[in-house]
């Protein structure tokens, strides 16, 4: 049986894990100066961030020249054809590789430059940002320890978010501060079963009908749907991350009935909160 390969840096690495991230440092004639090729891509995701240098992306016949802050993302399946580009004489890529958790799907859904390639590149503001969680994803991967990984995978959601965040402040003006009060209330009472818009509207000082008007204005729906999406992501996050039973995870978001829950999780989600968590396992 031939030895597998233990360096990830070099051909014919396994990457059977769920998180591997680290730094290739491609100068010109050294000794990872090679192109990567995976016409059939891999079962995971790879994020690269570009630090130093050039590298040029391939794919059916077009190419793209990354530079220092710009970063791809290759999905599952996506040809991988990339490395230095000859005009220049390095290319240092930051990389992770991931299987991602089910809810981070939306997030995942990146700009394509061509076929299904992802890229973005944080305005100069938000780069250092990026670059500091990028880094931290790589150090937590490349730790010892009961719970490296796991922390690795929680600040790459947090780079994932972040990326969202960042997105959504440039397509979408403030919020009315009242609207965000009212939002953060409404969060941190998930589990009231007996939710009461009066109530909400009574907390910011507006009138149920003025509270209405400007969450329709601001978020595009009603406080009721805005709600039923919290309690559903929260219910998702609970049953992807931890063993809590489902009844508890209902009660949690404020369903007293778990048959209730499961039917409007279901509703939301296409399946139920168990086969949701048996996917996430």
């Known amino acids: 049986m031939p030895e597998l390969q233990n360096d990830p840096l070099l051909p014919g690495y396994s990457f059977n894990a769920h998180l591997v991230a680290g730094l290739t ?6 000794p990872l100066d090679f192109f990567i090729d995976r016409p059939l891509g891999m079962k995971g995701y790879i994020l690269n961030l570009t630090v130093r240098g050039e590298g040029v992306i ?8 990354c530079r ?5 993302l290759f999905p599952p399946g ?13 290319w240092y890529h930051q990389w992770v590789y991931f299987r991602p958790r089910a809810y981070w799907q939306e997030w995942l859904n990146w700009e394509p430059i ?8 944080p305005d100069e503001a938000s780069q250092a940002g990026f670059s500091q969680l990028f880094q931290q994803i790589i150090d937590a991967g490349q730790a010892q320890g009961r719970y490296a990984e796991l922390l690795a995978i929680n600040l790459l959601e947090q780079l994932l978010l972040r990326r969202m965040e960042v997105l959504s402040a440039s397509l979408n003006p403030p919020l009315d501060n009242r ?3 009212a939002c953060q209330y409404i969060s941190d009472h998930l589990a009231d079963s007996q939710f009461d818009i009066a109530g909400v509207a009574q907390h910011v000082c507006l009138s149920p009908s003025r509270l209405s008007h400007l969450f329709r204005q ?16 929260q219910a998702k996050l609970l049953l992807s991350t931890t063993r809590m039973p489902i009844a508890s995870v209902g009660r949690n978001v404020g369903f007293e009935d778990q048959l209730y829950f499961s039917r409007v999780f279901k ?3 296409g399946a139920s909160p168990s086969e949701f968590r048996a996917g996430c396992e």
């Open 25 to 30: 440092p491609i100068e010109a004639d050294g």
């Open 58 to 65: 391939n794919n059916q016949g077009k190419s793209y020249v």
């Open 68 to 72: 220092p802050g710009d970063m791809l």
């Open 78 to 90: 996506e040809v991988h054809h990339y490395g230095r580009s000859l005009e220049s004489k390095e």
């Open 114 to 121: 061509f076929a299904q390639t992802g890229f973005y590149r």
């Open 179 to 181: 609207v965000r009060d």
């Open 218 to 233: 601001q978020l595009g729906v009603s406080v009721l749907s805005w709600r039923e999406d919290q309690r559903i992501s």
């Open 267 to 269: 509703k939301c989600t």
